[in-house]
């Protein structure tokens, strides 16, 4: 049986017409005929996907295995491939000619848990294949907007969470500990403790709709000094010396680290406290939609 014979056989074992055989294939169905009519054979690669696609094997289609013959004695079989057959383009769904083949690997399954992943060539049109890749960018440009607005817009509900802690933070502080109380009137404390959890509300919420203000944190945040390189002797008095001194410069830059912070903080609620009304109506005008620093 020769090797047409055996794919209309299993196409017709499938249920499959030319046309479906082409199409999972992804060629034509004049070249599923020619196949099968010995004027032509599929290549290597489109040897394998038929005997995936018919669940036997490529010894089976090219004869071999039907044969049961050994390596030792088995005759060699040249497999032509022609380079000339039509594909089908994915996009436009039209024969490609020969020079105008362009080719993807496509990912069919993933791997995971111990499975390797599955690919299949994918045939398109050069110009085909350009505007699918454009395609591609567009689209994923499009999902890290919609990501990026879906951010934006909890950043109300962040805000809140942050300006709420705050409140109660400074509330506790503010009425609990004795100098506070000797120091403030319980309203004074109210009101302060009120003015810190918006400041607080503001800066989370500017910092996370992507305003100017998380570069400010950020750039405060990271200020620090460089402390000098130590020359010390080579003695049990100089080690400790030198010991000493690798904790002071720890504890100083601890504490730098902390003023840091602090500021930080401080800057990004005054700021975010003034930007808020600008900041939230730029968001509702443009839905989200863009950062404002871009």
């Not at 383009?89 to 992943?117: H, N, T, Y």
């Not at 302060?192 to 992507?210: E, H, K, Q, R």
């Amino acid at each position: 049986m020769t090797l047409g014979q055996k794919l209309k056989e299993l196409r017709s074992l499938k249920g499959l017409t030319q046309k479906d055989l082409a199409d999972k294939l992804h060629v034509s169905f004049q070249t599923v005929s020619k196949w099968e009519n010995g004027e032509n054979e599929p290549d290597i690669s489109t040897l394998k996907e038929l005997a995936t696609l018919f669940n036997c094997s490529v010894d089976y289609l090219i004869g071999s295995e039907k044969e049961g013959l050994t390596p030792e004695v088995q005759p060699t079989k040249t497999v032509i491939i022609h380079q000339k057959e039509l594909h089908v383009c994915e996009r436009c769904k039209k024969d490609i000619p020969e020079g105008d083949l362009a080719m993807e690997d496509v990912c069919v399954r993933a791997g995971g848990r111990g499975r390797s992943a599955q690919y299949r060539k994918a045939y398109y049109h050069t110009h085909c294949l350009e505007e699918v890749k454009q395609e591609r960018l567009v689209a994923a440009a499009k999902i890290k907007a919609a990501k990026r607005a879906k951010a934006k817009k909890n950043s109300f509900g962040w805000g809140i969470a942050g300006g709420v802690v705050a409140l109660a933070i400074s509330l506790v502080i503010f009425l609990a500990v004795p100098a506070c109380q000797a120091a403030l009137h319980p309203a004074v404390a109210v009101v302060l403790s009120i003015v810190i959890s918006y400041a607080i509300f503001a800066a989370l919420y500017c910092i996370i709709s992507g305003s100017y203000i998380g570069d400010v944190f950020v750039w405060a945040a990271g200020l620090s000094i460089r402390f000098p390189g130590l020359i010390f002797s080579w003695d049990l008095e100089g080690f400790a010396w030198l010991i000493a001194m690798k904790i002071l410069f720890a504890i100083l830059g601890f504490l730098i680290g902390v003023f840091a912070l602090a500021l930080a903080i401080v800057l990004s609620g005054v700021l975010g406290a003034v930007s808020f009304p600008f900041v939230l109506i730029h968001n509702i005008r443009t839905d989200y939609a863009d950062s404002l620093t871009d």
